[in-house]
């Protein structure tokens, strides 16, 4: 009897233990558990805080963008391709004899349009809503290159000299290319190729620098 009432104690403080243990590693594994979500959870946040601040990390980099973007005036040109027709009454007398001739000349001009580029001239900020340049509007930024495509000469005196007047006509077409360069630089879309090509230039530039994982909206502002 004294045995089998041994018996029975010992078990029961087996099983007393037995459950303590498992109630024990059951803590430790709920205990493990919520540490490792607080771990996941931070590493979120750190990971996010990381995302945030690379979609702002731009900030960082506008003087060394200001300083990327002087003197890149030619690099930055924007191409612009017109044709034209001109039209050109050619006269000569000599001893008492008048000769005249009407000459039409297909030509092309290449303009080279860009913005001032120097330090003083422009300006680069940003804030919460992107980056902004401030600067003049675009301009030639190299002469006109003038290419006479063909020519025609009607009817002709017989003191016109074709070639001679083919040349004389191609001279004065680099002035009158600079005076309708006035007029081309302030059509919408050759400022849009402007804006296109210094904008790509910058994004490139920002898109390098470290830990920049977003460029943001990049404005014009004109004086």
């Known amino acids: 009897m004294k045995k089998l009432l041994a018996t029975i104690v010992v078990a029961a403080l087996i ?3 037995a459950t303590l243990w ?12 919520i540490l490792a979500k607080l771990l996941k959870v931070e590493q979120e946040l750190s990971e996010t805080k990381s995302n945030l601040l690379g979609y702002t990390k731009f900030t ?7 300083k990327a973007i002087e003197g890149q005036v030619k690099f930055l ?4 391709d017109r044709e034209y027709v001109h039209i050109e009454h050619i006269q000569k ?6 000769s005249e001739a009407t000459i039409i000349v297909k030509y092309s001009v290449e303009y080279s349009f860009g ?3 120097k330090p003083e001239s422009f300006t680069v900020s940003s804030d919460k809503n992107g980056i902004v340049i401030t600067l003049n509007k675009p301009d030639l930024v190299a002469s006109p290159a003038v290419n006479i ?5 009607p009817s002709s005196g017989v003191l016109i000299d074709e070639k001679a007047s083919v040349i004389f006509v191609h001279q004065q077409l680099f002035g009158i290319a600079k005076q309708r360069a006035k007029e081309v630089k302030n059509e919408e879309a050759v400022i849009a190729l402007c804006e296109k090509k210094l904008t790509e230039f910058l994004v490139d530039f920002l898109q390098k620098q470290p830990n920049v994982s977003a460029v943001p909206i990049i404005k014009f502002s004109y004086k």
């Open 77 to 80: 040109a924007a191409k612009v």
């Open 15 to 17: 099983g007393g233990a």
């Open 60 to 66: 960082d980099y506008v003087t060394e963008s200001k």
């Open 22 to 33: 498992f109630v024990f590693l059951g803590q430790h594994e709920q205990e493990r558990d």
């Open 149 to 153: 495509l063909s020519h025609e000469i």
């Open 93 to 98: 007398r000599t001893i008492g004899i008048k």
């Open 115 to 117: 913005f001032d580029l």
